[in-house]
């Protein structure tokens, strides 16, 4: 099982392909099994070296009690390349790893070649998702966390600190309903997670400002879903991010990559390849105008 | 050498799965025993437990292939014996190496 020692924590990796580099990056309470279930890995392979690893906390990497804001984990990231001796990279993040994505991009901008973002959600651009209510898929996800024994309001729906307490407290009757609702691995993800600073980390601006935000200068992928509940978000990174281009998942909510997964890895695969000038040459100004329910 | 029969694979599997880094599962592991509901196991146990399978057997197998097309099928959780399946196919293929 390849493992490798980062500081003081232990992560697991996988490697594929051959090419410029390119690592995924989960979100929280996701793990880098995510992207195999969807293809996405030997769809990359054939231009790329993929790699792709379990953050801190999730996976086969260890569970640390603290250090779970994006500048520790695009920390995390930009000493696991260094350990793997990887050039610049393409990075793809899902939503809380688009934000430690966007973050090394900030960071450590010698060490990163191009960003895809997949529905990222911006702990300092709170204030522009502020009203979820007007998600159309709020009434759905509500109901869901509802069947699974846990209580949403539109102030905390995001909140992932919250929903590991829940979680990691349940009677045994909403126990059941979590479980028939989730799955006991979607448990276990929490509980683990509850023993940890992670969900205050990742409600932390950290350091990346909406001004450090807007001042990657890197070839950026806004990926959101058609029905994402951040899509203020979407047109904001369209609007100020000097390299942006936007495309939209069809019919796709927050999860794109399960939601429609074929349609998120042919974008994820005509986007890199753009940037790394394989196929075509990548031009920002080639934006979808961004529509949206908010 | 001859390649495992598929009861030979079941009996592997249940090797591996009866202490599955670090996790003991008391109870008899047949084709028809459920990786989630019965053992317990994530998505992610099915990436680690590829690599074991390719190590066990010294072979490269498309487990790539296989999750996408659990993935495409919207499958929460599969049989033990679909994996046996999947493995003795590719064993049967696959050049030794």
């Given at each position: 099982m390849p493992r490798i020692a980062v500081g003081d924590i232990q992560f697991y990796y996988q490697q594929k392909g051959e090419g410029p580099d390119v690592v995924l990056i989960h979100g929280i309470t996701g793990n880098m099994a995510i992207w195999p279930l969807i293809d996405l890995?030997?769809?990359?392979?054939?231009?790329?070296?993929?790699?792709?690893?379990?953050?801190?906390?999730?996976?086969?990497?260890?569970?640390?009690?603290?250090?779970?804001?994006?500048?520790?984990?695009?920390?995390?990231?930009?000493?696991?390349?260094q350990t793997l001796r990887l050039g610049p990279a393409y990075l793809v993040g899902h939503s809380f790893g688009a934000?430690?994505?966007l973050h090394a991009a900030a960071l450590y901008p010698d060490h990163v070649a191009g960003v895809v973002l997949s529905?990222?959600?911006?702990?300092?651009?709170?204030?522009?998702?502020?009203?979820?209510?007007?998600?159309?898929?709020?009434?759905?996800?509500?109901?869901?966390?509802?069947?699974?024994?846990?209580?949403?309001?539109?102030?905390?729906?995001?909140?992932?600190?919250?929903?590991?307490?829940?979680?990691?407290?349940?009677?045994?009757?909403r126990l059941k309903m979590f479980i028939e609702e989730v799955g006991q691995p979607g448990l276990d993800r929490l509980v683990r997670l509850a023993g940890t600073t992670c969900g205050e980390d990742v409600k932390a601006v950290a350091g990346l400002t909406a001004e450090r935000i807007v001042s990657v200068?890197?070839?950026?992928?806004?990926?959101?879903?058609?029905?994402?509940?951040?899509?203020?978000?979407?047109?904001?990174?369209?609007?100020?991010?000097?390299?942006?281009?936007?495309?939209?998942?069809?019919?796709?909510?927050?999860?794109?990559?399960?939601?429609?997964?074929?349609?998120?890895?042919?974008?994820?695969?005509?986007?890199l390849r753009e940037m790394a000038g394989i196929s075509g040459s990548w031009n920002h100004s080639q934006a979808e105008p961004v529509g949206g329910n908010s | 050498m001859s390649e495992p029969t598929y009861p030979q694979i079941m009996t592997d599997l249940a090797a591996m799965l009866g202490n599955f880094n670090g996790r003991e599962y008391g109870g008899q592991i047949t084709p028809e025993t459920m990786f989630s509901a019965d053992l317990g196991m994530a998505s992610i146990d099915a990436v680690v437990l590829g690599e074991t399978i390719e190590i066990h057997y010294g072979r490269t197998l498309p487990f790539g292939e296989f999750l996408a097309d659990l993935g495409r099928r919207g499958a929460r959780d599969i049989a033990v014996g679909v994996l046996a399946e999947f493995i003795h196919k590719h064993l049967s293929l696959a050049p030794e190496g």
């Open positions: 890995i030997d769809n990359l392979a054939d231009d790329f070296r993929v790699t792709y690893y379990d953050l801190r906390g999730h996976g086969y990497s260890d569970t640390p009690a603290s250090g779970y804001t994006s500048a520790e984990m695009a920390a995390d990231l930009r000493r696991l390349q934000v430690v994505a529905d990222a959600y911006f702990p300092a651009l709170h204030e522009l998702e502020a009203d979820i209510t007007h998600w159309d898929g709020w009434p759905g996800y509500k109901a869901q966390t509802e069947r699974a024994g846990l209580e949403v309001s539109p102030d905390d729906w995001f909140d992932v600190g919250n929903l590991c307490r829940q979680a990691a407290s349940l009677d045994s009757e200068k890197h070839p950026v992928l806004a990926l959101y879903g058609e029905h994402s509940p951040f899509l203020a978000t979407c047109r904001y990174l369209q609007d100020n991010l000097p390299n942006c281009r936007v495309a939209l998942v069809r019919g796709a909510k927050h999860l794109a990559h399960e939601e429609s997964p074929q349609d998120f890895v042919a974008l994820v695969q005509e986007n | -």
